[in-house]
């Protein structure tokens, strides 16, 4: 997205633009009339169906109230460092500030990358090779110890390079900063200097070093991965039980697989935090709860948000579409593609005429149905989706009404030795009931040109880590293919598609390029396109490179996902934000109760 100089700053404004453009191209600014009637008040908009999408619903600046949150399963990790799940990194911004941040706001403007603990966004050098950040003086952790520089950089360190203790995160630093292949992390690596190519010449400065351009950076900047760590507090995988807060939450309490409290750091300081308002007293968030029950709970007004923020399942879908809920729900759309990976390391897959069987044989309509219809997403041909920047619209496995072709798929299993058919297994996320619908929708599809897929289903929270995302797990156990989905890491096509399709993303564990993909042509591609000056060529490449991913026919792009989002009447200062995969912005959530 950057263009790097004229000046870093107007290059990601532009970026921005395009971005903001691309995921809400009809939004208004707050307080504004929308298409769907939504009523201006002086400081928000009204309850109404899609209020949410482009305005503030339910505006309060009143202190107090408990937010109450609630998920299906667990977090991947809500250490900062240990993430790579949507939900955390917008929740983790409660209690762990970053060197930037998206902007809590409605609309477009969500999308605005803003200072956080630092005093502006970052200095690049004329190669954008280097990158430069000065921090706020005066910030203090929740035990009153003061921040410093020192502390992202060893927040950096043990979130990209100790993939032994900490491996669910995206691992961007450790490919571009100059020496990243070879250092070790700080568990590893005793030199109390760290990695060199991240400079802290005082408490306020941090330099990086970059080995190769990068025009994104600052999105980088974002990441949860850049709150600062306490090198004296860390204890590795176990840091999670006891995380040191930096924003205006602590942990009053946390409880691995159940849940956690959180309450106000008295540490924090208004006057040094120009993001957050901070308005609920408390915060609490249940994991391993029903998605059903999650759903009555929010038609009741005893929970506050699913953190998952994926939306209504479908059982309660035909419920809320209802006038009686209607006005509570924010159709939204997630910046994200749901597919299935086809892995060419489990037999008969290494052959591409058995992937193309799989590609043609898939009723996407199907697919939709199961899901709950229209309302939850549109039927995907690409990886890509439309609200990222850099999208191309391409259908390289056409089918009549995407609807399947029984007769391309049995000449691609002739093709493949297989005119018969063979057997294989497909895993889903037990937890996730449209995933499961997904998978059975299939299933049946595959069925149909004689192909048996076996569901095999896991637990989300652990669906990368120990399955899924493992590749000795994944080839000793023959899951051909894994149904996942995708949200860009920043709305532009290499924020979405680095970490599923570079060969440098396949990780032993955690890992999310679950196609294990190592083409040295597309790893080139997205390598030169984000080293490339020039805007406009570098939008044309994501959309040329998501082009040569599908031809390889290691994905089956399925859905452009939408998530029916609910509001009870509870809850305020809600909106949805773009930035965050289109959940409701838990920066700004507030309750009544």
């Not at 950096?156 to 571009?176: D, V």
């Not at 990695?195 to 330099?207: F, L, R």
């Not at 308005?279 to 059903?292: C, H, M, R, S």
């Not at 002739?414 to 299933?443: H, V, W």
Request: charged residues 20%; aromatic residues 8%; glycine residues 10%.
């Amino acid at each position: 997205m950057n263009s790097r100089k004229a000046t870093a700053t107007l290059a990601l404004a532009m970026a921005l633009a395009l971005g903001a453009s691309a995921c809400s191209s009809d939004s208004k600014d707050d307080g504004k009339k929308t298409g769907g009637g939504t009523k201006s008040t002086a400081s928000g908009v009204s309850a109404a169906k899609d209020a949410a999408l482009t305005g503030i619903v339910n505006a309060s600046d009143k202190k107090g109230g408990t937010v109450t949150m609630e998920n299906s399963d667990v977090p991947d990790s809500l250490d900062p460092g240990n993430t790579y799940y949507g939900w955390v990194q917008n929740f983790s911004r409660l209690y762990a500030r970053t060197l930037l941040t998206f902007k809590p706001a409605a609309g477009s403007a969500g999308l605005q990358v803003v200072p956080d603990l630092a005093t502006g966004l970052g200095k690049a050098s004329a190669d954008a090779k280097t990158w430069t950040y000065t921090i706020r003086p005066g910030l203090k952790y929740d035990d009153g110890t003061p921040i410093t520089t020192k502390d992202i950089k060893y927040g950096i360190e043990r979130s990209n390079f100790a993939p032994e203790a900490l491996s669910n995160g995206p691992t961007y630093f450790k490919a571009y900063l100059e020496g990243g292949d070879k250092y070790q992390g700080p568990y590893k690596d005793k030199n109390p200097n760290g990695i060199a190519s991240i400079e802290t010449p005082d408490d306020t400065t941090i330099v990086f070093h970059l080995s190769k351009p990068f025009a994104d950076f600052d999105y980088l900047a974002t990441f949860s991965q850049t709150a600062p760590i306490p090198a004296a507090k860390d204890d590795g995988a176990g840091y999670v039980k006891h995380i040191v807060s930096s924003g205006p939450y602590k942990f009053k309490s946390y409880q691995d697989g159940v849940g956690a409290d959180l309450v106000r750091n008295p540490e924090w300081s208004q006057a040094t935090d120009p993001v957050r308002k901070a308005l609920p007293d408390e915060i609490k968030i249940k994991f391993k709860v029903d998605a059903t029950s999650i759903d009555n709970d929010l038609l009741s007004g005893n929970t506050t948000v699913d953190s998952g923020g994926t939306g209504v399942s479908p059982q309660t879908q035909a419920k809320v579409i209802n006038p009686q809920y209607a006005k509570n729900t924010d159709d939204s759309y997630a910046g994200a593609t749901s597919y299935m990976a086809i892995n060419p390391n489990v037999a008969p897959f290494d052959n591409i005429e058995c992937r193309k069987a799989v590609e043609y044989a898939i009723d996407k309509v199907s697919v939709q149905t199961a899901i709950g219809g229209s309302v939850k997403g549109d039927v995907a041909t690409t990886l890509l989706p439309p609200t990222v920047n850099g999208y191309s619209k391409f259908d390289e496995f056409a089918t009549p009404g995407g609807k399947g072709d029984v007769a391309k798929a049995k000449q691609s299993l002739t093709a493949c030795g297989k005119p018969g058919g063979f057997t294989t297994n497909l895993t889903a996320r037990s937890d996730r009931p449209t995933e499961m619908a997904t998978a059975t929708a299939i299933q049946n599809s595959l069925k149909q040109v004689g192909i048996t897929a076996n569901i095999k289903s896991y637990p989300a929270g652990k669906y990368f880590s120990n399955f899924a995302g493992v590749p000795s797990y994944v080839h000793s156990h023959q899951l051909g293919l894994m149904l996942t989905a995708w949200g860009a890491d920043w709305p532009t096509g290499y924020g979405f598609l680095d970490q599923i399709v570079d060969g440098s993303a396949i990780k032993p564990s955690g890992g999310n390029n679950l196609q294990e993909l190592n083409d040295p042509a597309i790893n080139k591609a997205l390598s030169d396109a984000i080293s490339n000056t020039d805007a406009a060529a570098r939008t044309t490449a994501w959309g040329q490179i998501d082009k040569m991913v599908v031809d390889t026919a290691t994905v089956v792009p399925l859905i452009y996902r939408k998530n029916l989002l609910y509001r009870p009447d509870s809850a305020t200062n809600v909106t949805v934000t773009q930035a965050y995969l289109g959940m409701y912005d838990y920066l700004l959530l507030g309750s009544s109760k």
